[in-house]
């Protein structure tokens, strides 16, 4: 599809990794292959979540303190399981934060993430420039400076996003 096209090594690097995770909080891995039949490139089926994004309540911050808890929680929960799994995620922010009917939350968009057994493609491509992977306002300092692979990474922006959460604002304009 045109997401594979656009981004082939961001596209690659989400069907490596979200082949090799299992559990509620990421989509279920169905199906990938490097051609579809009517001759377009390569394409990846996952499960589709059809909940809301933390994006939405984000919206409505600073949150109910009861609501704030159950939402963070939720999100640490499911960031505990994508590192147990030996993954970073180095994009987590509330667009990429899904909710399943239960309330659990489901990571998304695995496309600058990185696995400690596979190679990281998105930094070791020459497609790259000096800029930081991810989304400057939930950055790390480490991405910041070009290091990858480090889950503290991923609590930073957990901690940026819970501020937004709790405040209504970034800690950092």
Known sequence: GVHARAMPVTFETERMILARLAGPHVPAFVAAG?????????WLIEEWIAGPSLAEAARRAPLPLD????????????????????????????????????GSAVLIDFGLATHGEL?????????????????????AP???RGERGNPKSDIFSLGVILYLLATGRLPFG
């Open 34 to 42: 490097d051609e579809s039949e009517d001759g377009g490139g390569p």
């Open 67 to 102: 609501e704030f808890v159950r939402l963070g929680a939720a999100v640490a929960t499911a960031l505990h399981e994508l590192h147990r799994q030996n993954v970073v995620h180095h994009d987590l922010k509330p667009q990429h934060i899904l909710f399943r009917d239960d």
């Open 119 to 139: 190679p990281d493609l998105a930094d070791d491509t020459g497609e790259r420039d000096s800029r930081p992977l991810g989304t400057p306002a939930y950055l």
């Open 142 to 144: 480490e991405p910041l």
